[in-house]
């Protein structure tokens, strides 16, 4: 599968913000054996693309690492050289989304309005992040799905264990997870990891059981 099929299968993209740069491969390594295989590294953190570059070659054959916040070109290719498979955006930036094409990634631009959504897809977006997602809920997604079924989209921002479930029954393609999942502001030591591991379990199983029964519906 391409990074866009894998992105659209696993579904759940794990945001890592505000870590220290030291413990990021153990963070990624705990979600890996949770069951998660997308990790986001917000460009916002410490020594975000050395970072990259770190979770690329230490994981790059189990997760597939890519680069959020991503406000311009620039930052965009600096974070595909490192190494990161998809840029995600907090709005839509055509350049940007033309640099991510340009290197063959996979292009996430935020969008909120439904012409921002068109928008941002007609421009190049392979999938839209609706951000935030947390100010309007699942039901936004059906709303938005009604006109444009054609568009996959991705929800951020509020999505924890006891509504992800419900924006994927929703429609959507997927989700991105930050502090539900990684808290940056907890001491990363063994048992922060182990719970770590056991929350991203529940995560993948919540979206597996959802997938599951709207494929035995069909």
Do not use: W
């Not at 992105?7 to 505000?18: E, L, P």
């Not at 995600?88 to 292009?107: F, N, Q, W």
């Amino acid at each position: 599968m391409n990074v866009l099929s894998q992105i659209m299968n696993y579904k759940i993209i794990a945001i890592i913000r505000g870590s220290k740069a030291k413990d990021v491969v153990e963070i990624a390594k705990a979600l890996n054996k949770g069951g998660i295989r997308l990790i986001e590294v917000a460009m916002n953190s410490p020594k975000a693309l050395n970072v990259i570059e770190q979770l690329s070659c230490e994981l790059g054959d189990e997760m597939i690492v890519g680069a959020g916040t991503v406000l311009d070109p620039q930052t965009a290719r600096n974070a595909l050289i490192a190494g990161a498979k998809f840029i995600l955006s907090p709005t839509v930036d055509k350049e940007t989304i033309k640099m991510t094409k340009r290197y063959g990634a996979v292009s996430i631009p935020g969008a909120f309005t439904p012409t921002e959504i068109l928008n941002a897809f007609v421009n190049g977006g392979d999938i839209i992040k609706v951000f935030p997602a947390s100010s309007v809920g699942p039901s936004y997604i059906k709303d938005i799905k009604g006109p444009l079924n054609q568009i996959p989209l991705l929800p951020t921002g509020g999505i924890n264990l006891d509504n992800i479930d419900s924006y994927i029954k929703n429609g959507a393609a997927g989700a991105g997870v930050g502090g539900s999942l990684v808290n940056s502001k907890i001491t990363v030591n063994e048992a922060y990891l182990k719970e770590l591991t056991v929350k991203a379990s529940e995560f993948v199983n919540k979206v597996n059981k959802c997938n599951l029964n709207q494929t035995n519906s069909i």
